[in-house]
């Protein structure tokens, strides 16, 4: 069966940087687009960045220019390089498979996913 496994969350100042691993398994992982998903209490689930199969990416406004998701299909990982960390990413963070959506499909929207880790936490202190 499918399984995300996401790591490399944890707390970290104002201007600090993180970077978010995605294992994925019991899938061709280079055929399925993906994505960074986060979550902050009391909010909804919000899209991040995904990445297409042949590697196009797209980026929520809110931190374009900060993050930059890329994947290692000799790997089968997603990352999500995080620079510029400010108070407001605050938030659980889930890596997400969408499945076959033509080689440069891509997607934001939650509802088009179906496979989700069980999330890291990331916080920044302000």
């Known amino acids: 069966q499918v399984q995300l496994v996401e790591s490399g969350g944890g707390s970290v100042q104002a201007g600090g940087s993180l970077r978010l691993s995605c294992a994925a398994s019991g899938y061709t992982f280079s055929t399925y687009y993906m994505g960074w998903f986060r979550q902050a209490p009391g909010k909804e689930r919000e899209g991040v960045a995904t990445i297409s199969s042949v590697g196009s990416k797209r980026y929520a406004d809110s931190v374009k220019g900060r993050f930059t998701i890329s994947k290692d299909n000799a790997k089968d990982t997603l990352y999500l390089e995080m620079n510029s960390l400010k108070p407001e990413d605050t938030a659980m963070y889930y890596c997400?498979?969408?499945?076959?959506?033509?080689?440069?499909?891509?997607?934001?929207?939650?509802?088009?996913?179906?496979?989700w880790g069980q999330g890291t936490q990331v916080t920044v202190s302000s």
């Open positions: 997400a498979a969408g499945g076959w959506g033509g080689s440069w499909y891509l997607s934001l929207l939650s509802s088009e996913y179906k496979y």
